[in-house]
Nanobody, 115 residues
Framework: QVQLAESGGGLVQPGGSLRLSCVASLSIFSFESMGWYRQAPGKERELVAA???????NYKDSVKGRFTISRSNAKDTVYLQMNSLKPEDTAVYYC?????????WGQGTQVTVSS
């Protein structure tokens, strides 16, 4: 069974940083792509950042230059480094993996940006 487990969320002041981690229950190379989505209250879930198995990345325009997606092959972990956080980044962040025509989700981790 494929499982994705996020960690690293929390409360941070505007301008602060957080790093989210997503540990997969199998090799991350078995996923065609992995990424991070977020969902704020009353809003639809949206893509924040994604990385293909080949290493190419794409980002939501509003996070470009502030967020960075990366991975550790040895740890089967995908990261989201978030810098210069803004109140509008507040949301539940979900790890996502696409593998063999199946979409997998983690349980989500809350990120709150507030003074």
């Amino acid at each position: 069974q494929v499982q994705l487990a996020e960690s690293g969320g929390g409360l941070v002041q505007p301008g602060g940083s957080l790093r989210l981690s997503c540990v997969a229950s199998l090799s991350i190379f078995s996923f065609e792509s992995m990424g991070w989505y977020r969902q704020a209250p009353g809003k639809e879930r949206e893509l924040v950042a994604a990385m293909s198995s080949g290493g190419s990345t794409n980002y939501k325009d509003s996070v470009k230059g502030r967020f960075t997606i990366s991975r550790s092959n040895a740890k089967d972990t995908v990261y989201l480094q978030m810098n210069s956080l803004k109140p509008e980044d507040t949301a539940v962040y979900y790890c996502n993996g696409w593998r063999n025509n199946n979409n997998y989700w983690g349980q989500g981790t809350q990120v709150t940006v507030s003074s």
